[in-house]
């Protein structure tokens, strides 16, 4: 799916592509997935801007890596939450999956993602997006911000609005549509579970999805007015 969005898009040698995070755990083939991204982190990489997710941050301190959320898993946090799929992508099986060390595609991912992103302040049609895996506590500046809440939020993000004017580009959180509200846009509409692979290209406010019968879709963003909670 994500080779046939990503073909899908019409980028050009100027554009910036923002990857959301997840890039394990969340399918089939964690591995082809790191690989392909890391192709496009080769092929342009001033221009493709890789986000951590909460699932790299659980890979990251399971194989002993700095996890930006400093949290303490429990050894088997990324076993029940997709590791073992994703080992087995990578050619690991049971039982020496549990003890393996870290796959070199993995290794060379870590240190290439970030928290969040945002275009440089001279693009103004751009600079009022703001990039993360999870979400943001409103009304708290982006420079005070955890890395758990980048990589985890859910309820105190997706219940609240920042009336700030900003808008924060999220996934995480597995929706049928697109969330488009003022202040937030949700594009992880649940591929893993059968749903649609999503892109949002900015700013024309496009959104390009891959079916799961491998159909691509390509509409524009609905407007929204006013505040949302």
């Known amino acids: 799916m994500l080779e046939r969005l990503l073909e899908a898009l019409?980028?050009?040698?100027?554009?910036?592509?923002?990857?959301?995070?997840?890039?394990?755990?969340?399918g089939p083939d964690s591995a082809g997935v790191v690989r392909r991204v890391l192709k496009e982190h080769d092929a342009a990489p001033e221009r493709t801007i890789l986000l951590w997710g909460n699932h790299e941050d659980m890979a990251a301190a399971h194989f002993g890596f700095p996890a930006p959320s400093?949290?303490?898993y429990d050894p088997y946090d990324w076993f029940r939450n997709g590791g073992l799929e994703a080992l087995e992508s990578f050619g690991h099986h049971k039982p020496e999956l549990f003890v393996t060390p870290c796959p070199p595609e993995l290794e060379r991912l870590f240190?290439?993602?970030?928290?969040?992103?945002?275009?440089?302040c001279e693009d103004p049609d751009l600079a009022r997006y703001l990039f993360v895996h999870a979400g943001v506590l409103p009304g708290v500046p982006l420079e005070q911000q955890t890395a758990e809440t980048f990589l985890w939020v859910r309820g105190d993000f997706l219940q609240s609005y920042d009336p700030s004017g900003r808008v924060v580009v999220h996934g995480h959180t597995p929706m049928e549509t697109v969330r488009a509200q003022p202040d937030k846009i949700g594009i992880d509409t649940g591929a893993v579970y059968g749903g649609a692979l999503t892109a949002l290209e900015l700013p024309a406010r496009r959104l390009y999805q891959v079916k799961k019968s491998g159909a691509?879709?390509?509409e524009d963003l609905p407007e929204v007015d006013g505040a949302q909670a």
């Open 216 to 218: 691509v879709v390509i």
């Open 70 to 72: 400093n949290y303490e």
């Open 10 to 26: 019409p980028r050009t040698a100027d554009d910036t592509t923002v990857f959301l995070g997840d890039y394990i755990d969340r």
């Open 111 to 120: 240190p290439l993602l970030r928290l969040h992103w945002q275009a440089p």
